[in-house]
């Protein structure tokens, strides 16, 4: 396929919202779950090192939750191939597809936030590509809210033989007070399926963020993750790679950047189910001023799971005394024939580097600026969409 095959480069309309007769009988099943739901707490593995009990959620009550969603616009070739592009109320209204794969692989009660999400989401996106059909330009979707509350429910399924790159980009504006985004976004990539899944995040100082992506690779698929987040008071992205097919395989690449008092919670789990799947992941953060993260890492191997190859490694770089970086990486493996590691690092700024280009002319904070671009640049160069790459650059350079 050619890239004339979507309508106009980079034309975007604008996604409806509404709420369907099936999403609100959902709703109000997963309420009392919502409600049931405590909220975490610090000492819980999953929360460890973020301060989640100053978030007060009925602060945020009642929700009504409004976000401005714009979406590429499919060309009738296309939509004759039977690919959908739509928002995700108008999909388990029409299309079967949206609800056989709705909450599939994804527990409601595992977590107040996806419960929350479950129980008030009010948009989000679907996207369905049937067999067979290879996209050779991104798809992309923009996630924007000025309002308190961004609550969003996201459905990807690529069918078997199928190859696409979906792009979302979440950011808000500034009303003034504290404001929450809440998304959980189920990937699904069937037999001999290729998915490079891009997540970007731009978030104020006063945004809350909690993200739950989930990815199901079944045989021979692919799911390759590339994410950046930036800005928030707390900015939380979790991203599951669930390892259902032989031969399935993902790499995971992300950036994080904190400043001022921000927060930064990011995690990669992944779930090896079966035999001979791949896995690499590397995400590497810097953390200026108050700043302050946490990265959790899970590899775990079922016994089933013979063969496997899994991978990760997390970099920290710490700009000055008063941040906090915290690192945890871990296995979990009950297969004996497999090869697994895991590394951090976590450590202050060279001043032996700064020292050299302060000798040659910059100031601190332009050497430190190089400093980060430096960190930063050989993780970039890996992100195979330039478009994204170069938005990340611009991101860091602020």
Known sequence: MKQQNLVTKNAMELMPQFESDFAKSKKIEALNSYRSITMPKEKE????????????????????????????????????????????????????????????????????????????????IFLYVPKNIELDEPIKVNFDFEGKTSIIHNLIIAEANTKIEFIEEYSNKDNGGDQLNACVTEVYANNNSQIKFYHLNDWTKNAYNFTNIIGTAERNASINWISGCFGGKLNR???????????????????????????????????????????????????????????????????????????????????????????????????????????????????????????????????????????????IEKIPLEELREKIRGLVRQ
């Open 45 to 124: 593995e999953d929360w460890r090192y973020t301060e989640i009990e100053k978030l007060k959620l009925e602060t945020f009550e009642p929700f009504r939750p409004s976000t401005r969603i714009s979406a590429s616009i499919l060309s009738d070739y296309l939509i004759e191939k039977g690919i959908i592009l739509t928002d995700i109320n108008t999909a388990l209204e029409k299309y079967p597809a949206a609800l056989n794969y709705y909450f599939k692989n994804i527990n409601i009660d595992r977590e107040k936030f996806i419960s929350l999400c479950a129980a008030h989401f009010t948009n989000g």
């Open 237 to 379: 992205i979790r991203i599951d790679t669930i390892f259902n097919g032989q031969g399935s395989q993902s790499n995971n690449i992300g950036v994080f950047l904190g400043k001022g008092k921000e927060h930064i919670d990011f995690t990669t789990n992944v779930y090896h189910n079966t035999t001979d799947t791949t896995n690499e992941i590397l995400v590497d953060g810097i953390l200026k001023d108050n700043s302050s993260s946490v990265y959790r890492g899970l590899i775990k191997i079922e016994k089933a799971a013979q063969k496997t190859r899994s991978y990760l490694e997390n970099h920290i770089l710490k700009l000055g005394d008063k941040t906090l970086a915290n690192s945890i990486p871990s296995l979990k493996i009950d297969a004996n024939d497999v090869k697994a590691s895991h590394g951090a690092t976590v450590g202050q700024i060279n001043e032996e580097h700064m020292f050299y280009l302060m000798a040659r002319g910059l100031s601190r904070q332009e050497a430190e600026k190089l400093i980060v671009e430096g960190f930063f640049e050989p993780v």
